[in-house]
């Protein structure tokens, strides 16, 4: 006789698999057909772009009308010729309608799609649990420790290489583990939509305390409202200080129960074993108190944690289920690519059948390899899956990539106008950590009942990669204090979408962001850094004062400009170029990959590795 499989809470698989499809039918956001266009009460409601003759259409208007109108305004239309929001609103006051766009959450777009579950069924769920802190203090080795295998001596330097999901079974329940080559890769995924992670391990070295990258993964779970709980490890070591890492994390927020607090700090040795128990059993009292559920009942939707591809088969990918179940016959969407699941198994390398919420799963027959942090989804059927892939692409196309960038000042004055924001995030850069924290402090006073400043980070020092990284995932921007970022960061902010500003003037930064908490922020002119050299040369003139024999690196130096002069990333000066040569000659410009003889007016202390940074204000177009 021939066995019949069972899920072990939702009884036979043929029923699993026929209360998903009801499920997945039943939801209201998968129509087949939507209304995109519509006139409701006097208001137009409209959800995508329209020509000329859908508009015509919906609000009952003779498209010539709407030709002559339009042109009478400056502006020649044809009956297809696609509108924009602003053109689609003037059209439709003249014609005495409001208007109204709508954002339409279909499966299509299922990131933003908001599952409501009933809440009979849903049924109690793993916690997916990120390790993080600083290089070498032990993540991977506590987590090697806790599945008693050997993950990190398989590892280049027993540093972790990407990103390896576990399941571990402790007390009856199980617990999902993303050990990650630090916070950038966890904010890495965030920046691309993907909320993946329930509880932060902050794990700390007890003989090392807190480092530079301890206290950016700190801010990183902050910028993720992630809960967080710290691991001291390597309490086996004769230097260990457990109240040494207490009072150091003390100062940046992260205060231990020990103290008053709220964060559980756990002291473990991944060489010895001790304290591991306790700390899934902190893990499984965090979860306790959260809880974290999901519907089984329903076609998965998740993450991708990680994506490569295999010489043997082809396009491979580790999938966290975040809700739902995913079967090993199902067919997926993961950005614009899909495919049918040809074979799944654990971290084990175990074949699967299907997988619940919070399991780690790889999966092969994708059509390519996606991108980790991309969000999945499970359909019924091969023409499904196709038929929204490709609406995907198509979508894909018309957008600017970025989408997830940071907003300018200017982006989020308009949201507030609107009424649309109540967060504004904000990092902060300064040349002392007392400028930063006074800073931080005036900051967060300039929040309203409406509109609150959040300062996710304050430090000293140059911007650096993290920062653009928190920033892009967090839509945060910048404030550089008595800094400058050089020309390379200036050039990855301006291609992930992440405003710098940078300012000399305590002042000036609250005042703009007091504006801004107001909704009257406008931007009359703006900075523009024409280019930067670097001095490698000295030349003391009796008769001219120092000179710096420079080679510009970015842009044009130009003849009269104004200039700072920054060192480590630190304005040291500013003020006008008093000279600009090339040779012996006087110039008006120098441009990237050549030399030139440089003199700052009414200054002499320049160094060797002196940057110096021509700009100029311009009206904001």
Do not use: W
Not at 320 to 337: C, F, H, K, P, R
Not at 535 to 561: C, D, E, L, M
């Amino acid at each position: 006789m021939k066995k019949q499989q069972f899920n072990k809470k939702s009884g036979p698989v043929k029923n699993h698999n026929a209360s998903r499809q009801a499920n997945f039918e039943s939801r209201p956001n998968n129509k087949k057909k939507e209304d995109f266009a519509k006139v409701n009460g006097g208001v137009f409601v409209y959800s995508k772009p329209l020509t000329v003759g859908e508009l015509s259409k919906a609000i009952n208007v003779p498209v010539p009308a709407i030709i002559k109108f339009m042109f009478m305004n400056g502006k020649a239309v044809t009956i297809n010729q696609l509108l924009d929001d602003e053109t689609i609103g003037t059209i439709c006051l003249e014609y005495n309608y409001d208007f109204k766009k709508e954002e339409i959450v279909d499966a299509v777009n299922f990131e933003a799609l908001k599952i409501e579950d009933d809440p009979k069924d849903l049924q109690e769920r793993a916690p997916v649990v990120c390790v993080a802190g600083h290089v070498d203090h032990g993540k991977t080795s506590i987590i090697d420790a806790i599945r008693h295998s050997d993950v990190a001596a398989h590892e280049a330097g027993g540093i972790s290489q990407a990103i390896g999901a576990y399941q571990k079974e402790y007390k009856g329940k199980k617990i999902t583990i993303i050990d990650t080559p630090g916070h950038e890769a966890f904010t890495a995924m965030r920046a691309r939509g993907a909320d993946a992670t329930d509880i932060m391990v902050l794990v700390v070295a007890a003989d090392d305390g807190v480092m530079p990258q301890t206290i950016e993964a700190i801010n990183h779970a902050r910028a993720a409202n992630c809960e967080i709980i710290v691991a001291i490890n390597k309490m086996d070591k004769p230097g260990a200080d457990p109240n040494r890492v207490k009072n150091e994390l003390m100062a940046h927020d992260v205060i231990s129960e020990d103290y008053g607090g709220d964060i559980m700090c756990v002291e473990v040795s991944a060489k010895t074993g001790k304290g591991l128990n306790d700390l899934l059993d902190t893990i499984s009292l965090k979860a306790e108190v959260m809880e974290l559920k999901a519907n089984p009942n329903r076609y998965a939707i998740g993450t991708v944690l990680e994506a490569k591809l295999d010489k043997g088969e082809g396009p491979k990918a580790t999938l966290l289920v975040q809700n739902g179940t995913i079967a090993a016959s199902d067919y997926v969407v993961v950005g614009e690519i899909y495919g049918k699941i040809r074979r799944m198994t654990n971290e084990y390398n175990a074949v699967l059948k299907s997988a619940g919420p919070s399991a780690p799963v790889a999966v092969t027959g994708l059509s390519a390899v996606p991108q980790a942090g991309d969000r999945f989804m499970a359909f019924p059927t091969e023409k499904e899956a196709k038929e929204i892939a490709e609406k995907r692409a198509l979508e894909k196309q018309k957008q600017e990539r970025g989408a997830n960038a940071a907003m300018s000042l200017s982006d989020l004055n308009n949201l507030v106008n609107a009424g649309k924001v109540q967060d504004v995030n904000v990092i902060i850069k300064a040349d002392t950590e007392g400028s930063a924290e006074a800073l931080k402090a005036n900051l967060e006073k300039q929040s309203s009942e409406q509109v609150h400043i959040k300062v996710l980070a304050a430090s000293a020092g140059a911007i650096n990669d993290s920062d653009l990284l928190l920033a892009q995932a967090s839509h945060a921007i910048i404030y550089g204090f008595n800094i400058r970022p050089d020309a390379r960061i200036t050039a990855k902010a301006a291609e992930a979408g992440v405003e710098i500003r940078t300012h000399r003037i305590i002042y000036e930064v609250l005042e703009e962001m007091e504006a801004l908490v107001k909704g009257m922020y406008k931007a009359e002119q703006v900075e523009h850094v024409t280019g930067q050299a670097e001095i490698r040369h000295i030349y003391k003139i009796s008769s001219i004062g120092t000179v710096g024999g420079s080679y510009v690196t970015s842009g044009t130096i130009k003849a009269g400009s104004k200039v700072r002069l920054l060192r480590a990333g630190v304005v040291v000066y500013e003020g006008e170029l008093a000279g600009l040569k090339r040779f012996k000659d006087d110039a008006k410009e120098v441009k990237t990959g050549y030399e030139c003889g440089i003199t700052i007016k009414n200054y002499n202390d320049i160094k060797e590795g002196d940057i110096i940074e021509g700009y100029e204000m311009v009206d904001k177009e």
